[in-house]
Nanobody, 125 residues
Framework: QVQLAEAGGGLVQAGESLRISCTTS????????MGWFRQAPGKEREFVAV????????YYSQSVEGRFTISRDNAKKMLYLQMNNLKPDDTAIYYC??????????????????WGQGTQVTVSS
């Protein structure tokens, strides 16, 4: 059974840092691109970052480039997102997801097979 579970969200002040993680099981992690998405109230789910299989080349959205770092541990089947210099606009539920899509399509949420339940990140001003 495929399972993805996010952890590590919380309430922080603007300018602070937070690391969230995604524990996975039930699928060959090393063969999948692993992405982070987020969804704020009243907004559509948006791409944040992706770690490309198997070596972890990363792509980021323009809004988080330079502040967030995605990483993966293929041995532990885990995905991480280090978030620095957080801003109130980063407030959202953060989801991890898995994909085998072409690189050109990995920013699209509908190209992801499985999703976690999400973890809330709230940044106060």
């Amino acid at each position: 059974q495929v399972q993805l579970a996010e952890a590590g969200g919380g309430l922080v002040q603007a300018g602070e840092s937070l690391r969230i993680s995604c524990t996975t099981s039930g699928f060959p992690f090393i063969n999948y691109h692993m992405g982070w998405f987020r969804q704020a109230p009243g907004k559509e789910r948006e791409f944040v970052a992706v770690s490309v299989r198997p070596g972890g080349r990363a792509y980021y959205s323009q809004s988080v480039e330079g502040r967030f770092t995605i990483s993966r541990d293929n041995a532990k089947k885990m995905l991480y997102l280090q978030m620095n210099n957080l801003k109130p606009d980063d407030t959202a539920i953060y989801y991890c997801a898995s994909s085998t899509a072409a690189i050109s399509a990995i920013r699209q949420p509908h190209m992801y097979h499985s999703w976690g339940q999400g973890t809330q990140v709230t940044v106060s001003s």
